[in-house]
């Protein structure tokens, strides 16, 4: 049984088995243990797809305990694929930045967090704008936090409409392909590892700039962040504050 779980045109796609489909529901905390128990004993489906001793210890399983979700992933290892998961949960992070569910403050500085782990690619919406989140510059906090609701409100209205084209353009790199999460660590340093097909021109960042280089070496001292005022804030143009945001991804958009 295939579930398609995200699709933006027949071509643009990530589908999901039932198994993946209740498993990524599971650690998404969208069903509980104890659902996720009913559905090993009513499914009809899941015998044929296990090996003997898979099934076995699945139904024999203590779905009790404080380790349940652990030992359920370790049983489903063979048939579980990390990369596919781990770009499912972007893509649903992602979505709610563009559709702004109301958790969009949340996921953007789940982005900069996401970046600093090894995921750089998210230079321009993890850094160049969620770590603006994380660490206000203003409202006498320190993290995002800490804000009240409305102080969030303002904060993450600022960043619009800019944070919502980045997460169009990111989200289609991974439904296409042209971003690649394997849903494995670096060993040493324990960052994601993904593979990255975009062209030079794709990967131009369209946030920063180079404001400084090193004369002798060429090495970047410093970047200026073009979404930004002198004062740390995000700029915006009074009577047409979106007109200015589309002219600069106009201004800085790949060559599809």
């Known amino acids: 049984?295939?579930?398609?779980?995200?699709?933006?045109?027949?071509?643009?796609?990530?589908?999901?088995?039932e198994i993946e489909s209740n498993y990524l529901n599971l650690i998404g905390n969208k069903?509980?243990?104890?659902?996720?128990?009913?559905?090993?004993?009513?499914s009809n489906w899941l015998e044929d797809e296990l090996t003997e001793d898979e099934y076995i210890d699945l139904i024999s399983l203590n779905y009790k305990t404080s380790s349940a979700k652990y030992e359920i992933g370790k049983i489903l290892k063979r048939k579980l694929d990390n990369g596919k998961f781990e770009t499912?949960?972007?893509i649903n992070l992602l979505n709610t930045i563009i559709e702004r569910d109301g958790k969009e403050g949340e996921a953007l500085t789940k982005m900069y967090d996401l970046y600093c782990k090894g995921y750089y690619f998210l230079e321009d919406l993890g850094l160049g704008i969620g770590l603006h989140i994380e660490i206000p510059n203003k409202f006498g906090v320190e993290y995002y936090h800490e804000l009240n609701d409305e102080n969030k409100n303002e904060l993450v209205d600022s960043v619009y409409p800019s944070a919502k084209e980045l997460a169009k353009e990111l989200k289609n790199w991974l439904l296409v392909g042209d971003i690649k999460l394997s849903g494995e660590r670096e060993p040493e340093l324990n960052r994601w590892q993904y593979i990255d097909n975009r062209t030079t021109k794709d990967k131009v960042s369209r946030v920063w700039k180079v404001s400084n280089?090193?004369?002798?070496?060429?090495?970047?001292r410093s970047k200026k962040n073009l979404?930004?005022?002198?004062?740390?804030?995000?700029?915006?143009e009074k009577g047409d504050k979106e007109s200015w945001i589309k002219r600069l991804f106009k201004k800085k958009k790949p060559n599809r």
Do not use: C, H, P
Not at 31 to 42: A, L, R
Not at 213 to 220: N, S
């Open 227 to 236: 979404l930004m005022d002198n004062n740390g804030d995000f700029k915006r």
């Open 31 to 42: 069903i509980s243990v104890n659902e996720f128990e009913n559905w090993v004993y009513k």
């Open 213 to 220: 280089t090193d004369k002798q070496t060429g090495e970047i």
């Open 1 to 17: 049984m295939v579930i398609q779980l995200l699709a933006v045109s027949t071509k643009q796609m990530i589908q999901l088995n």
């Open 88 to 90: 499912v949960k972007m």
